[in-house]
């Protein structure tokens, strides 16, 4: 199987400090890969390179073979790469049906075509009963599968999501886990950013650990739960299982 | 016409201190609180009133016409931002232009009142005198207003360089959200910066008192030149106020000499036109607005 | 169960749109001549306020230069009539070309450095002033004295939209409700939603595939081109132009009175502000007069928009609907939220 995606060598720098430094991996379509990292593991720098909202200082993004690590994002969410925010953001006087609308809109000028469509994200993330609410009727865990919905109808080949799941209690990320999965299983290509260890290990069927700006492991949940360098990472030296 | 030129430089460096001054008060007040004082003109327009007055009834020296400016000014500032502009700190920018454009109404509308429509002259003595020094000979109002202007900009700067007040005005430009966590008290620090902004445009006025005559309607004009002045030196910078201004009065002056009195006037938008082409957020400005 | 999500199936702000309008004829058709005038430029500036709304209130772009696109209007209008005599129309056409091409300009210097928000605001007056300055000194378009149109028949004339004062009433009311029917329009086509979303965030649009640098030029087009679709008809009003008065700060700021008061990014918000400020205004103007008080009436304009951006931020439109909501018409109602703090 070739690769949906693939990071060569990248890096990023913002003045002396390096962000994001010489990492590479690679996303196999129709599988969730999770990019894990401690805080200022470089995770949402590397996220916003791969989505266009950065330039790297140096090294390659492949999508499809074709390198895109200087399109604008507009252009990239164009070719198939959808992301979410961090931040979620709901645009406001706008119901949460014509939220979901407005990505349709990449790809068509029929406006009815982009409801049916948005119509079709929102039922997909299990907000379809809430279509016609005001985006800030929402709670939390709807603004944030609002997100997803919002990119869904781009129709991507990939989804890049930016910590989905942070901030929701275990019942609540226990659903985004279900969304995830089906969305998964009808085809897409997911590549998660997440602080939160134990759920992507879940979800996830590959995981890249980030620490310092650098990869320092990748690959299944289960290794790299085992891998002592990951522990370090995330729990500080000293620590040893 | 080598010393037609040098005077024709000189006074246009003259006036430029001035309208250095006038913008200094717009981009205090931009750099600290991130708000356009589009009624800056009728700030300006008070202090030329008040020079009128205080020249004419008490027959004061425009220095202290424009002391009196200074503090009747700051005092206006400062309560106009506490009652009303804060409401609106926080508020998008179109909001904040249309309360400002409100305000520039509501004070042409209250000079008109006081003053009517008619200009006064205020016809100082000092217009008539001159100071000759070898090539170049200089009248003495504008000599006067350009020598305050400059000492204040000085003044100013160094205020807000050393002085423990002027630096946390710089920390709360610089940024926001720290000032408040260092403690700074916020809704001073904005009430003291309007004030001061306000001054500036109120001596300004006062100075150059003798040079226009004290009209209601003036007010747009000096607005849209503070506009220029600034944007051309970059919103927020202290030394971006002091060379637009520099830049925006010789080029007024040579064009005078050179062009028609209504291509006098248009230069400084061409100017600040070609300067948003090469430069769009001007010689020192600001990253993110 | 998708079709109860059909919004554009909703009839009743289109008649309760019609009704308006239908009382509007009837004012045409009964009222008395400074009426007529006076309501003549209310819906004038109905237009032109909604030229500006589209502009802001849907694509998020600030100009306080207006005066810009309506004088190019009026001048195209102007000039080509009383210089040589060519049909309006063919000045109005002219007008939307040059105002756009000018607005789409100005858009792209300023755009092409991602250079927004309050920057673009201030070269759009900076232009505006540039212009009136400059055709203060043109002799070829009269300079300072200004144009003047043939003077008025009562003969209607469509041809040269020439008429009574009656004649131009209509005009402008068939203008304003073109504006109001083609808001809505746009607003609900796969731009309305598009130039929304970049409105309320830059990013985040962009992140969803709007290319926001050349739909933020278009929206700036196709409001200066309809700005001077008002202009030129403003002009034909009026009889005669000058500077001064068709390219001025006043005028850039008559333009958004009626929208901030009625309502940003509303549709009928504009219709309501004009109704409201602008005979306000007259009569504030006449009282001063009378009173031979000048200034009394920027003293009430100023009053006036200073309270209604602090205690109806929303403008008065969003407000009415509020209080009526049993009747439920549309509104796009904009409430921008506070600036962040580390701006």
Redo the contacts between chains.
């Keep these: 199987m070739t690769a949906l995606l693939e990071v060569k060598n990248l890096s990023k720098s913002f003045g002396g400090l390096v962000a994001v430094n010489n990492v590479s991996f690679a996303l196999q379509a129709g599988r969730i890969t999770a990019l894990i990292g401690p805080n200022g593991a470089g995770k949402t720098t590397c996220f916003n390179l791969v ?1 266009g ?1 950065m330039q790297p200082t140096s090294g390659e993004v492949l999508f499809e073979g074709r390198p895109i690590e200087n399109t ?4 990239v ?2 070719m198939g790469i ?2 979410t ?1 961090q931040i979620v ?1 709901p ?4 119901s949460v ?2 939220n979901a ?3 349709a ?8 075509e ?3 469509t948005a ?1 079709e994200s929102l039922e997909s993330v299990g907000l379809a009963g809430k ?2 609410a005001r985006t800030d009727q929402l709670t939390l865990p709807d603004r944030k599968m609002l997100e997803t919905a ?2 869904l ?2 129709r991507p080949k990939l989804l890049l999501l930016d910590e989905v799941m942070a901030g929701l209690r275990p019942t609540e990320a226990a659903s985004v886990v279900r969304v995830l999965q089906g969305l998964a299983e009808a085809g897409l290509t997911i590549l998660l950013v997440e602080h939160v260890m134990r759920i992507v290990m879940e979800v996830a069927s590959r995981v890249v650990v980030l620490h310092h700006g650098a990869r320092i492991a990748e690959g299944s949940p289960g290794e790299v739960a085992a891998d002592p360098r990951v522990l370090e990472s995330y729990l500080g030296t000293g620590f040893h299982a | 016409m080598l010393s037609l030129w040098l005077n024709v430089l000189a006074s246009g460096v003259l006036l430029g201190l001035v309208y250095g001054l006038v913008a200094l008060g717009l981009t205090i007040i931009f750099g600290v609180m991130r708000v356009v004082n589009f009624a800056h003109g009728e700030m300006v327009v008070f202090g030329v009133y008040i020079g009128y007055w205080a020249v004419r009834l008490w027959d004061v020296p425009i220095i202290v016409a424009a002391a009196i400016a200074a503090v009747v000014m700051f005092v206006f500032g400062y309560l106009l931002e506490t009652l009303l502009v804060k409401r609106f700190v926080n508020r998008p920018h179109h909001y904040q232009f249309i309360v400002f454009i409100g305000l520039s109404l509501l004070f042409t509308g209250a000079l008109l009142v006081t003053f009517g429509p008619d200009p006064r002259p205020t016809a100082s003595q000092l217009s008539f005198h001159t100071v000759s020094l070898g090539f170049v000979t200089l009248d003495l109002a504008r000599l006067q207003a350009a020598a305050t202007a400059g000492l204040l900009i000085t003044l100013l700067g160094a205020y807000l360089k050393f002085s423990s007040f002027g630096r946390s005005l710089r920390a709360a430009a610089d940024n926001r959200l720290g000032g408040l966590v260092v403690g700074l008290n916020i809704p001073r620090v904005y009430a003291v910066t309007f004030g001061l902004g306000a001054a500036c445009a109120g001596v300004a006025g006062a100075l150059i008192s003798p040079l226009f005559d004290a009209q209601p309607y003036l007010a747009v004009d000096f607005t849209l030149l503070a506009f220029v002045t600034v944007i051309v030196g970059g919103l927020g910078s202290f030394s971006g106020a002091l060379l637009g201004g520099l830049l925006i009065g010789v080029a007024e002056a040579i064009a005078a000499l050179m062009f028609t009195p209504s291509m006098k006037t248009a230069l400084p938008y061409a100017l600040l036109i070609i300067i948003l082409i090469f430069r769009p957020r001007g010689f020192f400005g600001a990253k993110e607005i | 169960m998708q079709k109860r999500f059909e919004g554009s199936a909703d009839i009743r702000p289109w008649l309760a749109g019609a009704m308006v309008f239908v009382t509007l004829a009837l004012v045409g058709a009964l009222a008395n001549p400074y009426l007529i005038s006076l309501m003549t430029i209310v819906l004038l500036f109905t237009f032109l306020g909604q030229s500006w709304n589209l502009m802001l209130g849907i694509g998020g772009q600030l100009s306080i230069g207006h005066a810009l696109f309506v004088g190019l209007g009026a001048y195209s209008v102007a000039v080509l009539e009383v210089k040589y005599g060519i049909s309006p129309w063919i000045g109005l056409l002219l007008g939307m070309f040059l105002a756009g091409s000018v607005g789409a300009a100005l858009a792209w210097l300023s755009f092409r450095f991602e250079v927004r928000g309050i920057y673009f605001a201030l070269l759009t007056i900076a232009a505006a002033e540039f212009a009136r300055i400059m055709f203060s000194g043109w002799e070829f378009v009269g300079a300072m004295q200004g144009l003047f149109f043939p003077a008025p028949t009562n003969a209607i004339e469509f041809s040269m939209l020439r008429g009574d004062a009656r004649f131009y009433y209509f005009v402008a009311l068939a203008l304003a409700a073109l504006g109001i029917v083609g808001t809505e329009l746009i607003s609900r086509s796969y731009l309305g939603y598009v130039w929304r979303a970049m409105r309320d965030d830059e990013q985040a649009a962009r992140a969803l595939g709007v290319r926001t640098f050349r739909h933020k030029i278009l929206v700036i087009a196709i409001s200066a081109a309809t700005a001077a679709v008002g202009g030129g008809i403003l002009a034909l009003v009026q009889g005669s132009i000058f500077p001064d008065s068709i390219m001025g700060m006043g005028l850039s700021v008559d333009v958004l009175i009626g929208p901030v008061v009625g309502g940003l990014g509303t549709t009928f918000g504009p219709l309501v502000g004009s109704l409201a400020a602008i005979p306000l205004n007259h009569l504030m103007s006449a009282l001063g007069d009378s009173l031979r008080i000048p200034g009394l009436n920027n003293i009430a304009y100023g009053v006036v928009l200073v309270l209604v951006v602090w205690f109806l931020p929303d403008g008065i439109w969003p407000a009415m609907v509020r209080l009526c909501k049993a009747i439920q018409l549309p509104s796009r109602v904009w409430l921008p939220q506070p600036r962040k703090a580390e701006e």
């Design positions: 989505a909202a604008p994002p507009e252009l969410c164009r959808a992301r925010f953001r645009m406001r006087d706008m049906l014509e609308m407005v990505g809109f990449s790809w068509t000028r029929n406006v009815s982009a409801r049916s119509y279509a016609n919002k990119a109808s781009t």
